[in-house]
């Protein structure tokens, strides 16, 4: 029952945790004028084809440095769990 519950847990902080990455992630790259990178390019016509994927290609790199540091995240929060779930177990060992 206790594993159960557990698992439950690790389940619903892995999610909210997804979902927030996601929403995060999910808004298209701004440019200084506050416009999309792709309304950006077609209504300015950028004064160098490299600017705006230099921008995608930063903004890319951005969101793999914040999926790496999610992943630490959940796996320390799931290092954190089990020694809890341990300790638990443990306790109820020891109360026999």
């Given amino acids: 029952m206790l594993r159960l519950c557990s698992f439950f847990t690790a389940l619903i902080l892995s999610l909210s945790l997804s979902l927030s990455a996601c929403k995060k992630h999910s808004e298209p790259v701004k440019t200084e004028g506050g416009e999309s990178t792709s309304a950006n390019v077609e209504g300015k016509k950028a004064a160098s084809p490299e600017e705006p994927l230099f ?26 769990q089990k020694k809890a779930l341990d300790a638990q177990e443990k306790a109820i060992e020891e109360a026999k």
């Fill in 55 to 80: 921008k995608i290609a930063e903004q890319s790199r951005k969101t793999l440095d914040d999926a790496k540091k999610l992943e630490e995240e959940m796996k320390k929060a799931a290092e954190a």
